[in-house]
């Protein structure tokens, strides 16, 4: 990684992809916003950020980013505006997004850009707030930015903004993208959505109880990529969805195991084995700049 201090230089930083091990909806708020339960793993796999600092003020994004997203609407690009105004910093930057997380697809991507962004501009930009002030800039960016920011697994509730850390054994996960990419809002307008799950607690998640996504049946009965993507996948293990997204995945205890049963799908399939983490990769990176 390339010394950021150093002008003109770009440092590249992990942007990693998160599942949602299961996600119940157990009501909504006075002001229409979803409550949910949910647990948040982050893997080792995501997109990377470019930065390369400037001293005029200037936020950039060079390069494109998600087809179709302008930079004004671009997460990473607005992440680093948020963090420049609550600061009243003078300092800019230049964005590049190596994008490889697929939009749409429930993994984070980017939210994660976002958390990234922040963070690192936070350390760059030496504008010096508390990860509690970032995750609270992210939560206006996105409900997924302060898990990111954080970058610990998580049991979350509230909109996906009250967060406790948890440990999760070692696991490793085969993904599937079917890569459609159904919005959000439709999603929770739909019909077979189920809103009003009761509220569950962490110790039923560590038995091993809790795997289901309320957009499961939803999706499935919509898109019918991702009903494909789940019957293939129920021939290695049992599938799941992440998030709101069409990503589906199955869980393993070994990196051998999900391997082979990769090895086993169709090669058209965009399939990819990831493994599980514990911390963000974001925060090894920092640590390593402080060395």
Same mark, same amino acid.
């Given at each position: 990684?390339?010394?950021?201090?150093?002008?003109?230089?770009?440092?590249?930083?992990?942007?990693?992809?998160?599942?949602?091990?299961?996600?119940?909806?157990?009501?909504?708020?006075a002001?229409?916003?979803?409550?949910?339960?949910?647990?948040f793993?982050?893997?080792?796999?995501?997109?990377?950020?470019?930065?390369?600092?400037?001293?005029?003020?200037?936020?950039?994004?060079?390069?494109?980013?998600?087809?179709?997203?302008?930079? %004004?609407?671009?997460?990473?690009?607005?992440?680093?505006?948020?963090?420049?105004?609550?600061?009243?910093?003078?300092?800019?930057?230049?964005?590049?997004?190596?994008?490889?997380?697929?939009a749409?697809?429930?993994?984070?991507?980017?939210?994660?850009?976002?958390?990234?962004?922040?963070?690192?501009?936070?350390?760059?930009?030496?504008?010096?707030?508390?990860v509690?002030?970032l995750?609270?800039?992210?939560?206006?960016?996105?409900?997924?930015?302060?898990?990111?920011?954080?970058?610990?697994?998580?049991?979350?509730?509230?909109?996906?903004?009250?967060?406790?850390?948890?440990?999760?054994?070692?696991?490793?996960?085969?993904?599937?993208?079917?890569?459609?990419?159904?919005?959000?809002?439709?999603?929770?307008?739909?019909?077979?959505?189920?809103?009003?799950?009761?509220?569950?607690?962490?110790?039923?998640?560590a038995?091993?109880?809790?795997?289901?996504?309320?957009?499961?049946?939803?999706?499935?009965?919509? %898109?019918?990529?991702? %009903?494909?993507?789940?019957?293939?996948?129920?021939?290695?293990?049992?599938?799941?969805?992440?998030?709101?997204?069409?990503?589906?995945?199955?869980?393993?205890?070994?990196?051998?195991?999900?391997?082979?049963?990769?090895?086993?799908?169709?090669?058209?399939?965009?399939?990819?084995?990831?493994?599980?983490?514990?911390?963000?990769?974001?925060?090894?990176?920092?640590?390593?700049m402080?060395?």
């Amino acid at each position: 990684m390339m010394d950021a201090s150093e002008a003109g230089a770009w440092s590249w930083w992990p942007a990693p992809a998160k599942l949602n091990l299961f996600l119940h909806i157990t009501g909504r708020r006075a002001d229409g916003y979803h409550l949910l339960q949910t647990v948040f793993r982050l893997l080792d796999w995501g997109d990377r950020i470019g930065l390369r600092l400037r001293s005029d003020g200037q936020i950039l994004r060079i390069g494109d980013s998600v087809a179709g997203v302008a930079p %004004e609407q671009d997460l990473a690009v607005r992440a680093a505006r948020v963090l420049q105004q609550a600061t009243d910093c003078g300092q800019g930057a230049e964005i590049r997004v190596d994008k490889q997380v697929p939009a749409g697809g429930g993994f984070g991507g980017g939210s994660s850009d976002a958390a990234t962004v922040l963070v690192v501009l936070n350390r760059l930009w030496k504008t010096g707030l508390s990860v509690d002030a970032l995750a609270e800039l992210g939560l206006a960016l996105g409900a997924d930015v302060p898990v990111f920011v954080r970058g610990h697994n998580a049991w979350a509730e509230g909109v996906g903004e009250r967060l406790t850390p948890i440990t999760l054994p070692p696991a490793w996960y085969l993904l599937v993208d079917p890569g459609v990419h159904v919005p959000t809002a439709a999603l929770f307008r739909s019909e077979r959505l189920t809103r009003d799950t009761p509220a569950v607690i962490i110790g039923d998640f560590a038995s091993g109880a809790l795997t289901g996504n309320a957009f499961e049946p939803v999706l499935r009965a919509l %898109e019918p990529a991702v %009903e494909a993507a789940f019957q293939l996948l129920a021939q290695v293990g049992t599938p799941r969805l992440t998030g709101s997204g069409s990503g589906c995945f199955v869980e393993y205890p070994t990196r051998d195991a999900a391997q082979q049963a990769l090895e086993s799908l169709p090669k058209m399939l965009q399939a990819r084995v990831v493994a599980g983490v514990d911390r963000s990769p974001l925060l090894d990176a920092l640590d390593a700049m402080d060395v």
